[in-house]
């Protein structure tokens, strides 16, 4: 449900997307940013409303 795509070529500044079908579209350009957003998808995939269960939900 949640891509990370991360773009570093050698010698030049990394680059990386982070998407998600919840509607999450984020992106970073440089090293400190890509990591950033790295940390930040990984913390998402714990949050996104698609991937949370709803415990307690009554049954339709």
């Known amino acids: 449900m949640a891509w990370l795509h991360i773009v ?3 010698g030049a500044v990394p680059t990386a997307t982070s998407k998600c079908l919840c509607g ?3 992106s970073a ?3 400190a940013r890509v ?3 790295i940390t930040d998808h990984t913390a ?3 949050t996104c409303p ?3 269960t709803q415990e307690g939900r ?3």
Request: hydrophobic share 45%; net charge positive; charged share 40%.
């Open 35 to 37: 990591l950033a957003l």
């Open 8 to 10: 570093a070529p050698r």
């Open 44 to 46: 998402h995939r714990d």
């Open 29 to 31: 350009v440089g090293k």
């Open 50 to 52: 698609l991937r949370t």
């Open 24 to 26: 999450r579209d984020r």
């Open 58 to 60: 009554a049954a339709a």
